[in-house]
């Protein structure tokens, strides 16, 4: 007959099994913080060499005007300035003299809305004509994400083709208006053709 394990082998195989369920989940935390650290430094590294070329730009930009300035000094530049400040803190100097004035001027106001179509009869929506595909094919997609179903038209015009993309024909005056109200809200020009002209 066998003999049952003593109680200090089950404490021993339950520390053991503890144990390799820690050591799995050390290795993961550990390859994770790896992975973080890895992360933030290559950000960290990146930030700063753009930071650094950005830096770079202007005071080599700065240093070429500094040596290409005329001797005498005009009346706008400042006539004194303090020996020690002179190669640090020049935009003190520098941003003065570059004040510009802008003249105000009202808001341009926006163009009323278009009134409805109120003569029955079928109706085309032109969304656009474009002399690319491509440009034609993001208002297109851009229509579709509104959910309105379109198509692009291929139409020569004294010898340029241009990519039309239209919505219709639709007959119900209703549904003309809500989509117009739909595209001019969406900021999409547009132009409504009555069919049979």
């Avoid at 753009?50 to 530049?77: F, H, L, N, V």
């Avoid at 341009?108 to 690319?132: D, E, I, N």
């Amino acid at each position: 007959m066998a003999k049952a394990p003593s109680r200090q082998k089950r404490r021993r195989n339950r520390r053991r099994d503890s144990a390799s369920v820690s050591r799995g989940t050390l290795v993961f935390l550990l390859l994770a913080c790896t992975a973080l650290l890895a992360w933030l430094f290559r950000a960290e590294l990146d930030q700063m060499l753009g930071a650094g070329a950005t830096r770079a730009a202007p005071a080599a930009a700065a240093a070429a005007k500094e040596t290409s300035k005329p001797a005498r000094q005009s009346a706008t530049e400042p006539r004194s300035r303090a020996p020690e400040a002179a190669g640090r803190f020049e935009f003190y100097y520098l941003l003065p003299d570059a004040e510009v004035d802008v003249p105000e001027q009202p808001a341009a106001a926006r163009p009323a809305a278009p009134p409805p179509v109120s003569v029955p009869g079928a109706y085309v929506v032109q969304a656009g004509a474009f002399p690319s595909l491509a440009a034609a094919d993001k208002v297109k997609v851009r229509l579709a994400a509104l959910g309105v179903v379109s198509e692009i038209q291929t139409a020569d015009a004294n010898g340029a083709v241009f990519h039309r993309v239209r919505i219709g024909p639709i007959e119900n005056l209703e549904e003309l208006n809500r989509l117009r109200a739909q595209l001019r809200q969406n900021g999409i020009d547009h132009q409504v053709i009555p069919i049979g002209e």
